[in-house]
């Protein structure tokens, strides 16, 4: 009875048995959800639960900064490793023509029933800076 009197229930409105006094206490009941302080408790409630939503998106917003940055940063890196890689072919690829170029006259060796082209010796030949293993195909042919 003195819960219900401090809630502000008017006194000729309080029923006089217990179970049905319990019963307009309770948090579903009308006299309840009428209160003011009920009220703000709820306005509080949806407050918390906006505020959850906003940090949640904050917080996905940052993972999907983070997640844009690593990727960019994987672009670049792999746009680098690309440009070494080609630098290094480029100079792999130039020193073997170099090397051929100094070859050249190194084919001097004439088998027209053979091959039409001009040959040289294998074992007098390199190729990438190694003494050359195998026989290579012609180029012009």
Known sequence: REEAEARGL??????????????????????VKES????????LL???KDERG???QQSLQR?????????????????????KREEERRQKEATRQAEISKQRSMHVHSFPRVHPCPLANVATL???GAPRRVSALCDHC
């Open 46 to 48: 949806e407050k918390i």
């Open 63 to 83: 993972l999907q900064a983070a997640e844009a940055k690593r990727e960019q940063q994987y672009q670049e890196r792999y746009a680098k490793e690309q440009q």
């Open 10 to 31: 008017d006194a000729k409105s309080i029923p006089k048995l217990k179970a049905d006094l319990l019963h307009h206490l309770v948090e579903g009941s009308i006299h």
């Open 126 to 128: 390199t190729q990438n």
């Open 54 to 56: 906003a940090l949640y």
């Open 36 to 43: 003011p302080e009920y009220k703000a408790y709820q306005a």
